[in-house]
């Protein structure tokens, strides 16, 4: 028996890897699906979290980032009343894109809603254009954090607001496990990246919700003039 271990460790490995690589990007795939249906029950209380916490305003321009299978996307798009409020989600993944836009379908061909195919170090937006950014479960899979902070200070306008939202416990279950990266997943390495690319009052906190503690980092882009 004791000659079977060393076989069982390396399956272990071998599925932490393939669920890690799932939770980055997503593939239609028999294991894409059920992370797909993993985000959907997980991530709908962090999306709705995310959405109240960062206060959006009727006629907000707003951006979620790695919004997956568009459960945040909804929660938002309501908040949008006004004719000014429009909606961005991007997502790296295919097939979460393909997923949230048919959840948005109504959103997207009014014009309400934009969603972009797109890395988050490379979006196809204008300088200074959003009022608020949310994301749940996200940054732990950009390859270069700095990069991606950079890029999403580049887009927020002066004074906007971001709010990331995660269960820290989870996470830390996860990367002892292998599935989150361990150089990226640690909030510590996410808040300094922020800081160092512009971003002030940078802190994080604990939320509850619905029964449960999360954790909420804040973030404001700071931009001379």
Same mark, same amino acid.
């Given at each position: 028996?004791?000659?079977?271990?060393?076989?069982?460790?390396?399956?272990?490995?071998?599925?932490?890897?393939?669920?890690?690589?799932?939770?980055?990007?997503?593939?239609?795939?028999?294991?894409?699906?059920?992370?797909?249906?993993?985000?959907?029950?997980?991530?709908?209380?962090?999306?709705?979290?995310?959405?109240?916490?960062?206060?959006?305003?009727?006629?907000?321009?707003?951006?979620?980032?790695?919004?997956?299978?568009?459960?945040?996307?909804?929660?938002?798009?309501?908040?949008?009343?006004?004719?000014?409020?429009?909606?961005?989600?991007?997502?790296?993944?295919?097939?979460?894109?393909?997923?949230?836009?048919?959840?948005?379908?109504?959103? =997207?061909?009014?014009?309400?809603?934009?969603?972009?195919?797109?890395?988050?170090?490379?979006?196809?937006?204008?300088?200074?254009?959003?009022?608020?950014?949310?994301?749940?479960?996200?940054?732990?899979?950009?390859?270069?954090?700095?990069?991606?902070?950079?890029?999403?200070?580049?887009?927020?306008?002066?004074?906007?607001?971001? =709010?990331?939202?995660?269960?820290?416990?989870?996470?830390?279950?996860?990367?002892?496990?292998? =599935?989150?990266?361990?150089?990226?997943?640690?909030?510590?390495?996410?808040?300094?990246?922020?800081?160092?690319?512009?971003?002030?009052?940078?802190?994080?906190?604990?939320?509850?919700?619905?029964?449960?503690?999360?954790?909420?980092?804040?973030?404001?882009?700071?931009?001379?003039?």
């Amino acid at each position: 028996m004791g000659r079977c271990r060393p076989c069982i460790v390396y399956k272990l490995m071998m599925w932490a890897e393939i669920l890690g690589k799932q939770l980055c990007h997503p593939t239609r795939t028999v294991a894409g699906w059920l992370v797909s249906r993993f985000l959907k029950a997980y991530n709908n209380i962090l999306e709705e979290s995310a959405v109240q916490l960062c206060g959006i305003q009727p006629g907000d321009t707003v951006l979620e980032l790695g919004h997956g299978p568009g459960l945040g996307l909804q929660w938002a798009a309501k908040l949008l009343t006004e004719p000014t409020g429009r909606l961005i989600g991007v997502d790296y993944s295919a097939y979460m894109h393909q997923m949230a836009s048919e959840r948005l379908k109504e959103f =997207v061909a009014s014009g309400k809603v934009t969603l972009h195919h797109c890395d988050i170090a490379a979006m196809p937006l204008a300088d200074s254009l959003v009022d608020k950014v949310f994301h749940c479960n996200c940054y732990y899979f950009w390859p270069d954090l700095r990069k991606g902070a950079t890029e999403i200070h580049r887009v927020m306008k002066p004074g906007g607001v971001m =709010v990331t939202v995660l269960r820290l416990s989870s996470a830390a279950a996860l990367a002892a496990k292998r =599935v989150l990266p361990a150089e990226n997943w640690c909030p510590e390495a996410y808040m300094t990246a922020l800081r160092d690319t512009g971003f002030t009052d940078v802190r994080m906190e604990d939320k509850q919700h619905k029964h449960i503690t999360i954790q909420a980092i804040y973030a404001t882009a700071s931009k001379s003039d």
